[in-house]
């Protein structure tokens, strides 16, 4: 059997599923590096809702991807970007979100961390951007979750200098409970982040980053970098105090990051391990044992299709990543909260498609194929 897919010309192409997942199963756990899967949410496919209302969230189905991911030995980051954080879901259903995940890792023994922003402002000025991540650091210490500094949107618009960023971090950091995960989300992920730590030119914002850092070491488990931009991780990654740890949020060169060089080597916080989950956790075990060789086998070939997901504008991966959690049968519909399954167009997702095939994704192939054939013959594509 095989299906017929639209390319981006519009014109239709043979392609021939496979009919056998790669399979892998949960093993030990992972050692040596941490890693977190940002998750989506699950959307209530029969919620009467429009795109700027509430999000209405189906909870089982989403907590039962948490499980899957823990099941698998990786860490859940929780009301991250992912999870349409600003882009569907706003602070009241984060804030359930992060007690539902946070209670339910407790349950099963899984790691969590969770995103503290200030999503419930739009604007202000820099002490109400302070209350609004005081907040949410509040709520997220006291679900027993680890606390991770998203950027703030409202903090971008009200600050002046890298000064104010010193002063708003740095007060966090002095209060916050445990050692936290510093978030440098960048503008390709979010415009409104345009010109983060004071400054539009990235060594300057780096050097108001790494300060805000040394000032308290003791304070900050790790840093996520989302810049797609390798050369500048590495190089941050090297500037970093003693044990703080950097955790890669590159969606395009997470195999080469995490392998690491002589020097040094980056964890993981990644948007991608959404879908390719079971298949990372496999790869980092064989990383456990020396086999960096065998890792980069695994995962290096599934970078075409993070590629794919993340390509401008990029902040609609999170559409890419909820097709195919439908296709891998993790949710029963491919709805999603603020109606952003309309935000990929009919050539994208066949060939998102193509490729999570390719890669032995799909637990179950034929489920796969026959829900990409329900979608294209929605969008009129005749067999």
């Not at 739009?122 to 027993?144: F, H, I, N």
């Not at 805000?212 to 050369?231: E, F, M, N, T, Y």
């Amino acid at each position: 059997m095989t299906v017929r897919l639209p390319d981006e010309h519009g014109r239709l192409r043979t392609y021939e599923p496979r009919t056998e997942p790669l399979a892998p199963t949960p093993g030990v756990p992972l050692v040596s590096r941490t890693v977190f899967s940002a998750a989506h949410v699950v959307a209530d496919p029969y919620a009467d809702t429009t795109p700027d209302s509430p999000a209405a969230v189906d909870w089982d189905a989403t907590l039962a991807f948490r499980r899957h991911l823990w099941a698998h030995g990786l860490g859940v980051a929780e009301a991250m970007d992912t999870a349409q954080r600003g882009m569907g879901l706003d602070w009241a259903g984060a804030a359930e979100l992060i007690r539902r995940s946070a209670a339910e890792a407790k349950a099963v023994g899984g790691r969590i961390a969770c995103g503290v922003g200030t999503d419930q402002i739009t604007s202000g000025t820099l002490a109400e951007v302070r209350a609004a991540y005081e907040e949410q650091l509040a709520l997220v210490e006291e679900s027993g979750a680890q606390a991770i500094l998203m950027a703030s949107r409202a903090l971008a618009a009200a600050a002046r200098s890298p000064d104010d960023y010193l002063e708003v971090y740095g007060h966090l950091l002095r209060q916050a409970a445990e050692p936290v995960i510093l978030h440098w989300l960048g503008p390709m992920f979010d415009p409104a982040l345009e010109g983060y730590w004071g400054s539009a030119d990235l060594d300057a914002a780096t050097g108001t980053f790494l300060e805000v850092i040394a000032a308290h070491p003791d304070k900050v488990d790790g840093v996520k970098i989302s810049l797609l931009d390798a050369r500048r991780e590495v190089d941050l990654r090297r500037r970093l105090p003693h044990g703080v740890r950097c955790y890669t949020g590159d969606d395009f060169h997470y195999p080469e990051l995490i392998a690491g060089d002589e020097q040094g080597f980056s964890h993981a916080l990644l948007g991608i391990f959404d879908p390719l989950g079971p298949l990372a956790a496999e790869a980092v075990r064989v990383l456990d044992t020396g086999n960096t060789e065998g890792f980069r086998a695994l995962l290096d070939p599934t970078v075409e299709l993070s590629r794919h997901l993340f390509r401008a504008p990029t902040r609609f991966y999170k559409t890419g990543v909820v097709f195919l959690a439908w296709l891998a049968g993790h949710q029963n519909h491919f709805a999603m909260v603020g109606g952003l399954q309309s935000a990929r167009s009919l050539p994208h997702f066949a060939r998102a498609y193509e490729l999570a095939d390719g890669l032995g994704l799909f637990p179950d192939p034929k489920l796969a194929e026959e829900r990409m054939r329900t979608l294209l013959h929605l969008y009129g594509v005749t067999p």
